[in-house]
């Protein structure tokens, strides 16, 4: 059982990852910068490297002598005016480990990427690995960020030997979100009865951090180099995922349906607010459309090659209140 290192760890799914490491008896380095908040691996008996993706030096000690790398670092702020931003993280900083990856001698790359590179089928059936994204005009530059990080990966492997595996994960829900994802503050909102309306149309495809984390540990040792896994348990409604965080707690469900018309209004008026005050806003016509352009996907795949088998997806919702709930009582 070799070295493993989790590049990302003061993330939420690369702190899950770390626990996992660490609870299977793996020997695990992980590699933060100084500033990064580490609560979700505190305690644990890990060696930690010091730095970021584009500290050259920094990657290479952290990777000298490892065996697999897990790769947890991503933007994922969709609604930015300026892209710069996602492009120098998602893509250049990724080249930076790429580079020292190829040449470090390792067993595997586990890389995860998003759903956002998977493609829409037109008939309605369930998207797989093999349909590449035929909407990266609707996604806007996050998505192509995603989509340009995901080649640079496969390209690495065609082109320079790395063993990588691709990991197209949905949206993560569950406990020990210290750093409150998008979608985790959308959980709390309900388990708090102050998710007053919910979206018509609005939906995706999701799963348990705790079913990710282990999906990514699998890939470590089942998956085959080059290839990419829809790591998914299931499409949910806005509604749904509303109703299931508010009984969670005994909280009020959401009562008002927002049309998705008037959700794209909303956005319209979100991009003329950013531009008029040049500044970022959450709301935008990208953030909206990237809440429902999405369709159902089949995660079989990664049933079949890596033996993994998720839980139902709103279980990790609950699990996710309850921890927003009890964070607030202390």
Same mark, same amino acid.
């Given at each position: #059982? ?18 996992? *490491? =660490? ?8 590699? /933060? ?29 952290? #990777?000298?002598?490892?065996?697999? =790398?897990?790769?947890?670092? =991503? ?25 020292? /990856? $190829?040449?470090?001698? *390792? @067993? ?29 005009? @609707? ?6 960020? @995603? ?6 990966? *496969? ?6 030997? !790395? ?21 985790? %503050?959308? =959980?709390?909102? $309900? ?9 018509? +149309? ?17 890939? /470590? ?19 749904? #995922? ?12 959401? #009562?008002? +349906?927002?049309? !998705?018309?008037? $959700? ?10 950013? %531009?008029?005050?040049? @500044?970022?806003?959450? !709301? ?16 079989? +795949? ?19 209140? *309850?921890?927003?709930? $009890?964070?607030?009582?202390?």
């Amino acid at each position: #059982m070799g070295t493993s290192l989790v590049i990302g760890p003061s993330g939420f799914l690369g702190s899950h990852v770390t626990r996992q *490491l =660490v609870a299977a008896g793996h020997d695990v380095r992980v590699l /933060a910068r100084r500033t990064s908040n580490l609560r979700g691996i505190e305690g644990l008996a890990v060696e930690r490297h010091y730095g970021d993706i584009f500290d050259d030096a920094a990657l290479r000690s952290a #990777m000298a002598g490892c065996d697999v =790398v897990f790769y947890c670092v =991503v933007d994922t702020r969709a609604w930015l005016r300026d892209p710069a931003p996602l492009f120098r993280t998602n893509v250049e900083g990724l080249r930076h480990v790429l580079d020292v /990856a $190829a040449d470090a001698g *390792l @067993r595997r790359f586990v890389f995860t990427s998003s759903l956002a590179t998977i493609g829409i089928r037109d008939d309605g059936s369930p998207a797989t690995e093999d349909d590449a994204c035929n909407w990266v005009e @609707r996604g806007g530059p996050y998505v192509e960020s @995603r989509i340009a990080a995901e080649e640079l990966v *496969l390209r690495y492997c065609r082109e320079r030997s !790395l063993p990588g595996i691709v990991l197209c994960v949905a949206n993560t829900y569950g406990a020990d979100d210290w750093g409150a994802t998008p979608h985790g %503050k959308l =959980v709390d909102a $309900a388990a708090r009865g102050q998710a007053l309306v919910y979206f018509d +149309k609005f939906a995706a495809e999701a799963v348990g951090i705790e079913d990710a984390a282990a999906a990514l540990c699998l890939a /470590a040792d089942n998956g085959r180099v080059g290839e990419r896994y829809i790591i998914s348990e299931r499409f949910i409604s806005n509604r749904e #995922m509303f109703d299931v965080a508010a009984d969670a707690t005994g909280a009020r469900r959401p #009562m008002v +349906k927002i049309p !998705l018309w008037l $959700a794209r209004a909303s956005g319209v008026i979100g991009d003329l607010v950013g %531009k008029l005050f040049r @500044r970022d806003v959450l !709301l935008t016509s990208v953030s909206v459309r990237l809440s429902y352009v999405t369709t159902p996907m089949d995660h079989s +795949k990664a049933e079949r090659e890596l033996g993994w088998h998720p839980r139902p997806v709103q279980d990790s919702i609950r699990d996710a209140a *309850l921890f927003y709930r $009890a964070r607030r009582r202390h």
